[in-house]
């Protein structure tokens, strides 16, 4: 009796243990879901009940009553087709741009910076350590009329002396690919670092020269990079409303800015909430459909 007490004892303190070992993992989880669930699904349902409300006729401002018009994301799109072409044509521009600096950057850095490796990573991210709003101003002194970007241009002979960048669409995108150049950056560096150096010079090896190396091995190996760069970087600049606002001109707002306004100035929330879930059911079609053809769906 004793020997089959101890054995039952010992059967219930192992499914004790196993039990408490499945739940751990739900336990761990439980924090980040409940974060997910307060500030990421529960304002999407809130945002997507907003999309298709109207005001009732004499309602004060702000006050809107829900009668599923789903019309007000048609509406919403029509009266602001331009800002929203707009925005995404701006966000691949400055993602173009940025991908064009951080290349060779991340380049240098993984295979050339040898013992500076660690104070170039660091130069790379200082940008963050300021203010996201102080560093765009900034941008206004630099590309100031009077300031060292347009000075130096404008000694070329055939630049007129009207010559300027400031309050213009080429300062928004500047504005946009040097705030989100760090995005574009780190990612390139973590493939480019992951490259086995053996590779290259094996492509040496077989008689491939710089540029075939680099256009056979290193940009195929980098590609994960290059994807996950360039997501990170045209995500936030297509909601992007601060460098056009601070850089740009009234011609130059982008969808952020519409929406931005909407919420705060006009006091229309549906029409802001229409908007903001275009964007991201936008943004969402090109993401999918740009991991998809270049391949890395499975690497990103």
Not at 23 to 52: C, D, K, N
Not at 161 to 180: D, H, K, W
Not at 217 to 230: C, D, E, K, N, Q
């Amino acid at each position: 009796m004793a020997f089959l007490h101890a054995v039952s004892s010992g059967t219930s303190a192992t499914k004790s243990v196993l039990k408490s070992k499945s739940l751990t993992p739900y336990l761990l989880l439980a924090p980040g879901l409940i974060w997910l669930v307060t500030f990421f699904i529960i304002p999407i349902f809130s945002l997507a009940s907003t999309s298709t409300m109207v005001r009732p006729d004499g309602a004060q401002v702000g006050v809107y009553e829900q009668k599923l018009r789903f019309a007000n994301y048609v509406d919403a799109f029509i009266a602001n087709q331009d800002q929203y072409v707009r925005s995404f044509f701006y966000a691949a521009l400055a993602t173009i741009l940025a991908l064009a600096i951080a290349y060779p950057l991340a380049y240098a850095i993984a295979f050339k910076s040898g013992k500076y490796r660690n104070i170039l990573l660091v130069l790379v991210i200082a940008p963050f350590f300021t203010s996201f709003l102080l560093r765009t101003i900034a941008w206004t002194q630099i590309l100031a009329d009077s300031g060292p970007v347009v000075s130096t241009i404008q000694v070329l002979p055939f630049v007129d002396e009207l010559f300027r960048i400031n309050n213009t669409s080429t300062a928004v995108v500047i504005g946009l690919a040097y705030n989100f150049l760090p995005f574009m950056t780190l990612p390139l560096y973590a493939s480019l670092e992951r490259i086995d150096p053996r590779t290259l010079e094996a492509a040496g090896d077989l008689y491939a020269n710089g540029l075939t190396t680099f256009r056979k091995v290193t940009l195929p190996l980098s590609m994960p990079g290059v994807v996950a760069g360039t997501l990170l970087t045209f995500i936030p600049a297509a909601g992007d409303y601060v460098n056009a606002a601070i850089l740009g001109n009234p011609n130059t707002k982008m969808i952020g800015n519409v929406i931005e306004s909407r919420f705060f100035a006009v006091v229309d929330y549906p029409t802001a909430a229409a908007l903001s879930f275009t964007l991201m059911a936008t943004i969402l079609i090109l993401v999918t459909l740009y991991i998809r053809k270049s391949g890395t769906d499975e690497l990103v």
